[in-house]
């Protein structure tokens, strides 16, 4: 049976505030408008990340949840920037930057237009908010790879007091941020299978998939050597936050990151393995009696729902002339617990049509694209290459992440960061190659183009 808060027009009925939230979420704010750019996104994470969604203040029935009200306060720091500086994406607006707004957008537009409600536009308005705001908030706080190498470590220790907090609910069965009210989170523990799952403050599956995709990245800051302690504190808590969950998408999701750092030294060779995983899924799918989407439904690490993850994705293609113009309301009549659409690709489809699908997946796409134009252009320089295949295989972690949930809420923080972690890191390696085959002169001319997002040919001589 589909939980009722899942329905269209749920939600609190008033305000739902505790003080020690309030006064965080104030000098959150505070801090947001009046730190330096590159350490604002410490102020800006840390409560998005650990304050309960259903913390909420409730203006004229519009919920305005303490990530949204973050959200606004980046997005005002971000416009006073705009009026005294044009460069308020450090990068410049990348093609990576192209699909996620168009994402986002296309998403709120198909959605809106399928239902023709007003109360469903203002909800979408909402979700454009935590989406496309959020993604243009860190962009502007991700300037360069210090600020890069900061985000990471806040999600340290972001992991870390969640896996501390998952940790004492698995001995304790009492979630800590039930103790600050209703914050959306179910009084009773989870349990399935006879063994309860932490949630922490995103939920089981949020959680630890936020936990698994971050794992390359935490292992990039321990080979570097600097601020190993964040890398150790990060692993721990990613770790209990796996383990506690008891879910499997975020162990598949650590096993892709994992799989993706062991194919480094085969770095070179990439194009050919790609090819032949296709050609090998095409085999598979002409050999046997079931589509290879089946083959998902095999993937069962224990207290796993791989059947229903198969379910979704085989009867959207199924049902596609119904979903591929404005998507569909009604998906939840196709099979049971179709309502359920934890997947991020299904979830795209079914709200936003064959267009909003395409688009994620061109987000995708160009990350992968871009890291790995950006490794051949820094070839030779190892430790830059490693970084790029670090964040290379978190964003394939992801992926395989995507599979098993969609991503909502704060865990959609995440989702956002990594598109703009590659833009700019990206950006600075095509950067650190002007830098190295140009003279001065050349290279301030060729860096104009590169931050308006062209690519110039680079002399070798």
């Known amino acids: 049976m589909e939980p009722k808060h899942n329905r269209f027009g749920g939600g609190a009925t008033a305000t739902l505030l505790h003080p020690v939230v309030a006064i965080g979420t104030l000098i959150a704010i505070v801090l947001i408008l009046t730190l330096p750019r590159k350490k604002a996104i410490v102020a800006f994470l840390l409560p998005v990340l650990m304050i309960p969604m259903g913390q909420v203040v409730l203006i004229g029935g519009v919920h305005f949840t303490m990530m949204r009200i973050l959200i606004l306060a980046g997005l005002v720091r971000a416009a006073k920037f705009k009026s005294s500086s044009s460069s308020w994406l450090s990068t410049g607006f990348t093609p990576i930057d192209q699909v996620v707004v168009l994402w986002t957008v296309s998403g709120f537009i198909v959605t809106t237009i399928q239902w023709m409600n007003s109360q469903m536009l203002i909800a979408q308005l909402g979700n454009l908010l935590d989406a496309l705001g959020a993604y243009l908030v860190l962009r502007f706080f991700i300037t360069d790879g210090e600020a890069l190498r900061r985000t990471i470590k806040v999600f340290a220790v972001i992991c870390a007091i969640q896996g501390f907090c998952m940790i004492n609910e698995q001995i304790t069965g009492v979630n800590v941020f039930n103790l600050l009210g209703d914050g959306g989170i179910p009084v009773e523990p989870i349990i399935r299978d006879g063994v309860l799952r932490s949630s922490g403050v995103m939920g089981p599956l949020g959680a630890g998939s936020f936990a698994g995709v971050l794992v390359p990245l935490f292992l990039w800051v321990w080979t570097e050597g600097k601020s190993r302690w964040a890398a150790y504190a990060g692993l721990a808590g990613a770790t209990a936050m796996l383990i506690t969950t008891h879910a499997s998408t975020p162990w598949m999701a650590l096993g892709a990151g994992l799989v993706g750092l062991g194919f480094w ?3 070179k060779r990439m194009r050919i393995l790609r090819w032949g995983l296709a050609l090998i899924l095409v085999a598979l799918h002409l050999a046997m009696k079931a589509p290879v989407w089946h083959l998902i439904s095999r993937l069962d690490l224990g207290s796993s729902s791989s059947w229903h993850r198969y379910t979704l994705i085989n009867q959207t293609i199924l049902h ?11 998906y939840d009549q196709w099979d049971w ?25 061109a987000v995708f796409k160009r990350s992968f694209g871009a890291i790995g134009t950006a490794r051949k252009r820094v070839s030779g320089d190892r430790k830059q290459e490693w970084f790029l295949w670090c964040l290379g295989s978190a964003l394939f972690a992801c992926v395989v992440a995507c599979f098993g949930i969609a991503f909502l809420y704060q865990s959609q923080m995440l989702l956002y960061a990594l598109p703009a972690f590659i833009s700019v890191a990206t950006f600075e390696a095509r950067r650190a190659a002007v830098r190295s085959v140009n003279p001065p ?12 997002g062209t690519d110039l040919p680079l002399k070798t001589s």
């Open 320 to 330: 596609f002339r119904d979903w591929w113009l404005l998507g569909y309301r009604y």
């Open 265 to 267: 030294p085969l770095r």
């Open 337 to 361: 617990d179709m309502w359920d659409t934890s997947n991020l690709f299904v979830t795209a489809a079914l709200s936003g049509g064959l267009i909003t699908l395409v688009l994620v997946i």
């Open 441 to 452: 002169d050349q290279e301030r001319l060729e860096l104009a183009f590169v931050g308006a």
